[in-house]
T-cell receptor
Framework: DAGVTQSPTHLIKTRGQQVTLRCSPK?????VSWYQQALGQGPQFIFQ???????QRGNFPDRFSGHQFPNYSSELNVNALLLGDSALYLC??????????????FGAGTRLSVL | AQSVAQPEDQVNVAEGNPLTVKCTYS??????LFWYVQYPNRGLQFLLK??????LVKGSYGFEAEFNKSQTSFHLKKPSALVSDSALYFC??????????FGAGTTVTVRA
């Protein structure tokens, strides 16, 4: 049973560019959340997707957008990249119903470097 | 607003000794509490959770955590630490919404 998979593992971009990160949830999971983890800090919630809709959003600007597809996979898009966007981006999947519904399972992350 | 505090940046223990990683939380509703561990260049691995029920929660790899409502704490414990337990540990909380709020993390070093 594959866990949460993210691609790419590493990415280097320059300021002003746009980037798309991808996430495939754990098998059977219908909810995807995205987090940003800056160096030396805990993950910060960006947003969560369920049934192809953004269900909740954290304190991130509109430059951060996302999408969930019918197969529950998800993308995170960041426009007009800033140096401060350099971080590890983590995707987490979870179930909306059932006994395990409160547990978010994380992928290994995408390391984004903005130069 | 929900938040978590991990008061210790680092915890150092000898192998075989008890390990405790501290966490306090603040939520407006009923807390859902979690511990995750992160190894270098890896994502977060789920260790255990408290939703309701017994205040002592048992999780993976011999870890347990004690929920204390009056002290708003959820400390992670292991009776006998291993060198392989050396990693970065995160406490997280959510209340009635969907997001997890994480602490800044505690680096645990277990020396042989």
């Amino acid at each position: 049973d594959a866990g949460v998979t993210q691609s790419p593992t590493h990415l280097i971009k320059t300021r002003g560019q746009q980037v798309t990160l991808r996430c495939s949830p754990k098998s059977g999971h219908d909810t995807v959340s995205w987090y940003q983890q800056a160096l030396g800090q805990g993950p910060q919630f960006i947003f969560q997707y369920y049934e192809e809709e953004e269900r909740q959003r954290g304190n991130f600007p509109d430059r951060f957008s996302g999408h969930q597809f019918p197969n529950y996979s998800s993308e995170l898009n960041v426009n007009a990249l800033l140096l401060g966007d350099s971080a590890l981006y983590l995707c987490a999947s979870s179930l909306t119903t059932g006994g395990l519904k409160n547990i978010q399972y994380f992928g290994a992350g995408t390391r984004l470097s903005v130069l | 607003a929900q938040s978590v505090a991990q008061p210790e940046d680092q915890v150092n223990v000898a192998e075989g000794n008890p390990l405790t990683v501290k966490c306090t939380y603040s939520v407006s509703g009923n807390p859902y509490l979690f511990w995750y561990v992160q190894y270098p260049n890896r994502g977060l691995q789920f260790l255990l959770k408290y939703i309701t029920g017994d205040n002592l929660v048992k999780g993976s790899y011999g870890f347990e955590a004690e929920f204390n409502k009056s002290q708003t704490s959820f400390h992670l414990k292991k009776p006998s630490a291993l060198v392989s337990d050396s990693a970065l540990y995160f406490c997280a909380v959510r209340d009635n919404d969907y997001k997890l709020s994480f602490g800044a993390g505690t680096t645990v070093t277990v020396r042989a």
